[in-house]
């Protein structure tokens, strides 16, 4: 049974940074997707960054490049999502999930089984 525990949500003032945080159970981080999603109320799940299976590289929404960084440490069975330089508008849920099968786009929420319980973000401006 695959379990994913988020932390490092809360309240920052515009300009802030925050690091959250998800360990993975019953999981062994490898060749496939992790990721990093948000939601707020009456919208769709939004994809904010993944690491894709290789571990070379990385993806990023359009919104939060150049101000969040997505890393994983194998090791720990964690992979983090540091948030740098917030803005009002990326107040939101924050979920982190991981896949079971390899993929060549890991932005799409579609492409992961297991989901964390999320974790709230709120920047006051």
């Known amino acids: 049974q695959v379990q994913l525990v988020e932390s490092g949500g809360g309240s920052v003032q515009a300009g802030g940074s925050l690091k959250l945080s998800c360990v993975a159970s019953?999981?062994?981080?490898?060749?496939?997707?992790v990721g990093w999603f948000r939601q707020t109320p009456g919208k769709q799940r939004e994809g904010v960054a993944a690491?894709?299976?290789?571990?070379?590289?990385?993806s990023y929404a359009d919104s939060v490049k150049g101000r969040f960084t997505i890393s994983q440490d194998n090791a720990k069975n964690t992979h983090y999502l540091q948030m740098n330089n917030l803005k009002p508008e990326d107040t939101a849920m924050y979920y982190c999930?991981?896949?079971?099968?390899?993929?060549?786009?890991?932005?799409?929420?579609?492409?992961?089984?297991?989901w964390g319980q999320g974790t709230q973000v709120t920047v006051s401006s």
């Open positions: 999930a991981v896949s079971t099968t390899y993929s060549t786009y890991c932005l799409s929420s579609g492409r992961y089984d297991y």
């Open positions: 019953g999981y062994t981080y490898g060749r496939r997707c």
């Open positions: 690491m894709y299976p290789s571990q070379l590289s990385q």
